[in-house]
């Protein structure tokens, strides 16, 4: 009987340590995937801390949350507590340090098909190749669906930053996060790239701008992500852009100037290059 009762004490202390060790502070270092801004300001964000591993989802607001951005390599602390989608962490207030920015971690495809029990993916980075979006429209809380060819659908949750405006256009590469909402499988949104990205990146090769642009480091000239970003809310975004190109310009990014290209690129192919550069404008949407 003694001997028992020692035991369940031992056992019931042996429990006790187990749990301060689980709910002890935990730092982590990766690249931030994707984030969700929700309603109340509070930011999920995806960080790859492993590539052979799922995500780790992480909350925070305020600074942390600014810091917390797609592409950042980032260090933080945080204790494991229950987020929006299962387990996530919290982090302490202050401690997300921002190292490297822009850095590139690659996605697995994924089908549509999966997302009916997407179990074995949950927390991966993934991208649903060739997909339409069903409505003209994202709704109010950012969300939207998006089809395959067989029409069979995914739920997409985005955030607050595309409520209400157009959904892209044609066919597109959706990335993100595979979340369980609900009793739904969805995708936390945090790409969408058109699928005839490297058609436009070897037409841009033959116009000359990939000598003086990337898009996604500034070079000569910036970013297409940063021009797109600076865009978003323009409505005549394109055609600004289109005249860029046929007249040059110098003065809005710094001092190196952009030569007018009007005689080397035909309109046509200036068009397509405008709503290309515009396609990064997600980049930033989807994390605001
Ligand atoms: C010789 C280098 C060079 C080439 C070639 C070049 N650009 Fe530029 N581009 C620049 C520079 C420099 C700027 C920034 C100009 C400024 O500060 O106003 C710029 C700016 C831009 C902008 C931003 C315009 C704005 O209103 O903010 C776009 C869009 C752009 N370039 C697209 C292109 C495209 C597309 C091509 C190929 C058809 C191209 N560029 C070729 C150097 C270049």
């Keep these: 009987m003694k001997t028992t009762k020692v035991k369940h004490l031992f056992n019931l202390v042996l429990l006790a340590s187990a749990f301060t060790v689980s709910a002890q502070e935990k730092s982590i270092s990766g690249i931030v995937t994707t984030r969700l801004v929700q309603a109340d300001g509070q930011t999920t964000a995806f960080v790859l801390v492993d590539p052979a591993k799922p995500t780790v989802a992480v909350m925070a607001t305020g600074d942390d949350a600014a810091a917390l951005f797609p592409r950042n390599q980032v260090k933080l602390t945080g204790t494991t507590g229950a987020g929006v989608f299962g387990s996530a962490l919290p982090v302490k207030t202050g401690s ?169 690129v035909p309109l046509e192919n200036m068009n397509k290059l405008a709503a290309w550069v515009m396609s990064y404008q997600w980049d930033v949407l989807l994390a605001e």
């Design 96 to 264: 997300v340090a921002i190292g490297e920015t822009n850095q590139p971690f690659k996605s697995q495809p994924i089908t549509v098909a999966v997302f009916k029990d997407a179990t074995a993916q949950a927390g991966n980075y993934v991208q649903l190749t060739g997909v339409t979006f069903v409505a003209d429209k994202f709704d109010a809380s950012g969300s939207a669906q998006v089809k395959a060819e067989d029409g069979s659908t995914v739920g997409l949750i985005v955030g607050a930053g595309v409520a209400g405006r157009e959904t892209p256009k044609g066919v597109t590469d959706v990335f993100g996060v595979v979340v369980k909402s609900g009793s739904e499988w969805k995708l936390v949104a945090a790409r969408f790239l058109p699928v005839n990205r490297r058609e436009m990146q070897a037409l841009a090769a033959t116009a000359t701008c990939i000598s003086c642009h990337t898009p996604d480091t500034r070079l000569v000239g910036p970013s297409f992500r940063e021009v797109a970003a600076s865009y978003r809310n323009d409505p005549s975004a394109l055609e600004k852009l289109v005249t860029q190109m046929q007249n040059g310009g110098v003065g809005k990014w710094g001092q190196a100037p952009m030569p007018g290209l009007k005689a080397a």
